[in-house]
Nanobody
Framework: VQLQAFGGGLVQAGGSLTLSCAAS????????MAWYRQVPGNERELVAS???????NYAGSLKERFTISRDNTKRTVSLQMNSLKPEDTAVYYC???????????????WGQGTQVTVSS
């Protein structure tokens, strides 16, 4: 199982960016999917999560600017980020709780991380 994240880059403050993450490999089912971010020297923190049925959860006030979504058919999770601020600069990681077979307990998998840099 692999998670491949893409869509990061450099954007000016106030701009928008969409991150996407695709799961591939031998997958029976995907439970929660989420985005985290990490700044050097800090712990990785939750940005947003989404259940298999589409229920979402956001950290703090990020819900006002960020939107998480998923496509269960394509096994993807996306993060639409609007009104970006310099403090949103971080490496963004996707993760997913994936069951490879019906008889194997689900395990958390992480993507490789994608850099988002917001210039002032």
């Amino acid at each position: 199982v692999q998670l491949q994240a893409f869509g990061g880059g450099l954007v000016q403050a106030g701009g928008s960016l969409t991150l996407s993450c695709a799961a591939s490999g031998r997958i029976f089912g995907i439970n929660d999917m989420a985005w985290y971010r990490q700044v050097p020297g800090n712990e990785r923190e939750l940005v947003a999560s989404i259940t298999s049925r589409g229920r979402t959860n956001y950290a703090g006030s990020l819900k006002e600017r960020f939107t998480i979504s998923r496509d269960n058919t394509k096994r993807t999770v996306s993060l639409q980020m609007n009104s970006l601020k310099p403090e949103d600069t971080a490496v963004y990681y996707c993760n997913a709780d994936i069951a490879r077979e019906y008889y194997i307990p689900a395990t958390i998998y992480w993507g490789q991380g994608t850099q988002v840099t917001v210039s002032s």
